[in-house]
């Protein structure tokens, strides 16, 4: 009796152990290690700097870095505010972004906009911010509405306060 109630207990054992043994195996994944990011991020901010002093502030919603491609995305939400002389000058936002980890410029995709203090207002779904120069420029198409005039066109280029800018292939309605 004794010997079948160990029998029992060892068969029980056996399957329990047999059963779990593929449930602690990792699943096999086809993206290398190289598709993989290097580090991740949520509810995020990062700071662009020179010389001490803040050129843009950065925040998303997730982030992640991928150094071997020498990239950083973005994807839920990305704001950027960006200051001149210490004080907040215009805030960009969009959807989805791509930083190079280089140059430090910025490219937001999907709903893009675009508002300086002034009031005026740029609207695209495309934007790259050149680190660098501390300018816009898009080549897709652009709306720009400022308390005298909306303009919109294909393809532009402006500082990043939009107080100086340039739209190609221009149409738009002007106040008199």
């Not at 998303?60 to 704001?79: C, E, F, M, P, R």
Request: positive net charge; glycine residues 6%; aromatic residues 10%.
């Amino acid at each position: 009796m004794k010997f079948m109630k160990y029998f029992y207990i060892l068969v029980v054992l056996g399957l329990v152990f047999a059963s779990c043994d593929d449930k602690f195996k990792p699943s096999r994944s086809d993206l290398s290690i190289t598709d993989s990011p290097s580090q991740e991020s949520w509810n995020s901010t990062v700071s662009f700097s020179d010389s001490g002093i803040t050129k843009a502030v950065l925040t998303a919603g997730h982030i992640s870095v991928y150094t071997t491609k020498g990239y950083t995305l973005i994807d839920s939400g990305a704001k950027v505010d960006f200051f001149k002389n210490g004080e907040k000058a215009s805030v960009l936002t969009g959807k989805k972004g791509k930083v190079d980890d280089k140059t430090k410029d910025i490219e937001i995709y999907d709903s893009v906009t675009v508002v300086n203090n002034e009031g005026s207002e740029l609207k695209t779904q495309k934007l790259l911010w050149k680190n660098k120069t501390q300018t816009v420029s898009s080549d897709e198409f652009v709306s720009i509405k400022t308390p005298n005039e909306t303009i919109e066109g294909i393809g532009f280029e402006s500082d990043q306060n939009l107080k100086n800018y340039k739209i190609y292939k221009v149409t738009g309605t002007f106040a008199k």
